[in-house]
């Protein structure tokens, strides 16, 4: 039996490693361990801070990336961007490595995924969102000093709004826009803020550029002061 790269570290609330209500994304799964049998082939789980005031939400696992590290953004490219932004801005003690196997730890920033496993052609459809949606419910809930969620794409940006029950026309999204959602969930007064996601197409056609993501992050910076 091949021996699979990296193990899960799973958090309270996290997706279980079997979950299986999505089927199309199940029997992807189940394609990819025959096809790539040292990858992680599951659900990611989220990685950081278990009680953060930043969470960083994402569309879905790249295939070579967290579907195959088991752990958010790490593989590939849009990794490689967020967590030398995050190293920037003083978030990670360690230094980052594309296996995930480096001991990095991140300080008050929780990273996850609105959708948690790999979809076929990076797409993912409305019912998988929905099917995952509770997850990132958990995460919410479970982070008492939760006080800005990043959104990395429009998919992320609805997601959190829908999860909030809120109607995403009074929320347009907009890179580097904050977004006061108010007292939605119990005491907590959450604030979002966007960008553009941090892959690979969207910096080579230059969509997103190092200055633009570092400028959200100098937003947060300012408002978690
Ligand atoms: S995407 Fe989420 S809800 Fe769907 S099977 Fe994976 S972990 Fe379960």
Redesign the pocket.
Known sequence: MTQKAVNPVFMPGD?PED????PR??AFRAENRKKYPAFYNG?VPSFGDADPELLIVGL?PGMKGANQTARPFTGDYAGDLLYATLAKFGYTSGTYQTMGNDGLTLKNVLITNA???VPPQNKTIAE?EN??RP?LINQINNSGRLKIILALGLVAHKSVLTTFGLKKSAFKFAHNALHPLGNVIGDKNITLIDSYHCSRYNTNTRRLTVDMFEDVFRKIQNFLK
């Open positions: 997706a979950c299986t209500l999505c994304l199940t659900p879905a959708v948690r496993c998988e099917n995952c997850f």
